[in-house]
């Protein structure tokens, strides 16, 4: 069993910044693909971002193509997910997830991809 947690959400003004970080149990931990989804009211819940094992392959919804970095540290079981030049349109809980497989490059990764899902954390971008 693998239990993630969420920390760093919060209320930020567009055009600032956040950083997420999710603490992973399990001590296979470097094996893990770990990924970051968002779900806002009313919406269905969606890709953001995913690393793969070693971090050298990167995954990125579009809408956050060159404002949001993803990163991990295996030797803390941490992933975090940079934030910046925030928008309203961002505002939404944010869930760290293990993902079931790797897939191509510049792919995208859906909820059903998942096996197991943090708490989220609550991100407020205000206009």
């Known amino acids: 069993q693998v239990q993630l947690v969420e920390s760093g959400g919060g209320l930020v003004q567009a055009g600032g910044s956040l950083r997420l970080s999710c603490a992973a149990s399990?001590?296979?931990?470097?094996?893990?693909?770990m990924g970051w989804f968002r779900q806002a009211p009313g919406k269905e819940r969606e890709f953001v971002s995913a690393?793969?094992?070693?971090?050298?392959?990167?995954y990125y919804a579009d809408s956050v193509k060159g404002r949001f970095t993803i990163s991990r540290d295996n030797a803390k079981n941490t992933v975090a997910l940079q934030m910046n030049s925030l928008k309203p349109e961002d505002t939404a809980v944010y869930y760290c997830?293990?993902?079931?497989?790797?897939?191509?490059?510049?792919?995208?990764?859906?909820?059903?991809?998942?096996?197991?899902w943090g708490q989220g954390t609550q991100v407020t971008v205000s206009s």
């Open positions: 399990g001590r296979t931990f470097s094996t893990y693909i």
């Open positions: 997830a293990v993902l079931r497989f790797a897939k191509a490059s510049g792919s995208y990764y859906y909820p059903s991809d998942a096996d197991y």
């Open positions: 690393i793969r094992w070693s971090g050298g392959i990167t």
